[in-house]
């Protein structure tokens, strides 16, 4: 076994197994995981003793809860741009890492499951979730976006499920991620570490075996509602759509969009749309470049202020209505 303080990783049987290793912070990302990750992924892509590449978090709450936000926003405070820079850089990079591995790459979420946590699983080839995984993508309640290769895997779930959760940061918990295209199959927690067994011992063939049966999609109700609401070509639209409608669920995603940050909503619509049209290398290099301005915008700065740091919940928006945002504002934002 070879370990670095975040990432332990060892060669078990016929897999490369990689354990998220800072339960304390939920396993959030910082630069030093991601360099490790990707270090230990590089050695064994070509491996032939590794069948398979096995991801799972530490301490039995999350896998991992995201990017380590924090520290990006003090590098942004500090004017220390190439930090901010090398993060999401290499971040996405091991995205992509992931999305073109050539073995097997599957990662086992039993907990919080949330941005750059989603980052290194959903480009894997198999995302297997417990009962208690959880996962979203809450970066419009922090000023940010959905990154991560994010606009270009919310485009391509059913419908418009993927503009729901990258707008509102809903959640979508166990069966629920498979439903939505988040997670390959459903095992429950009493199964993990018998999984985990089977795949040492015989590799990703045993995945099947494992897969339990799935109750209904919770949004299933509320599909058509959905798609026709958040379908829509523009933000006010998507709001007059969920007024109109009425019911209990499109009063609780409007009460959601409105505890956004409202410009952060927009550059998110903006760029997940044009996600749909674009490659994943294409959508990776976009959120690379929204990221130079977003990370130094008021709105990043201040979510993560309320959200993290000082955790008062209760950031400064500016403006503080989604019927005030500028578009020429958000437009800029892409320049």
């Known amino acids: 076994m070879s370990g670095d303080e975040s990432v332990v990783a060892s060669r078990q049987g016929r897999i490369g197994r990689l354990l998220l290793n800072r339960p304390k912070a939920l396993n959030a990302l910082d630069l030093d995981m991601i360099r490790a990750l990707t270090r230990h992924l590089l050695e064994w892509r070509d491996d032939p003793r590794i069948h398979a590449v096995v991801i799972e978090g530490a301490g039995g709450r999350a896998f991992c809860a995201g990017g380590d936000i924090r520290a990006v926003r003090q590098a942004s405070l500090d004017g220390d741009f190439a930090t901010v820079e ?3 850089a290499e971040e996405y990079a091991l995205n992509r890492l992931i999305a073109e591995y050539p073995i097997p790459y599957v990662a086992l979420i039993d907990g919080i499951c949330m941005g750059g946590g989603i980052g290194v699983s959903v480009h894997g080839a198999h995302i297997v979730a417990s009962e208690h995984a959880m996962f979203a993508m ?18 391509r779930l ?14 979508m918990v166990g069966a629920d991620a498979v439903h939505a295209g988040l ?15 089977a795949l040492t011992a015989d590799g990703a063939a045993v995945l099947a075996d494992f897969a339990a049966p799935m109750p209904e999609f919770s949004l299933a109700p509320v599909r058509a509602t959905l798609d026709q609401c958040f379908g829509a070509e523009t933000v006010p639209e998507i709001l007059l759509r969920l007024r109109a409608d009425g019911g209990e669920w499109a009063a609780e995603a409007l009460k ?20 749909a049209d674009r490659t994943l290398v294409q959508c990776l290099e976009a959120e690379l470049a929204l990221t ?3 990370t130094r915008h008021h709105e990043f700065l201040e979510g993560v202020r309320a959200m993290v740091v000082d955790k008062d919940r209760n950031p400064d928006w500016q403006p503080k209505t989604i019927e005030e945002v500028d578009p020429e504002a958000i437009a800029a934002m892409f320049r």
Do not use: N
Request: net charge positive.
């Open 86 to 88: 090398a993060f999401f």
């Open 292 to 294: 130079r301005t977003a």
């Open 256 to 275: 959601m969009l409105r505890g956004h940050s409202p410009s952060s909503v927009f550059w998110s619509h903006a760029i997940v749309r044009a996600g």
């Open 138 to 155: 809450p970066e419009t309640a922090i000023g940010f976006f959905p990154d991560v290769g994010a606009t270009y895997f919310l485009p």
């Open 158 to 171: 059913p419908g418009e499920v993927g503009m729901y959760l990258g707008l509102t940061g809903a959640r």
């Open 183 to 197: 997670a390959t199959q459903f095992t429950p927690r009493e199964r993990m570490a018998d999984l985990l067994a």
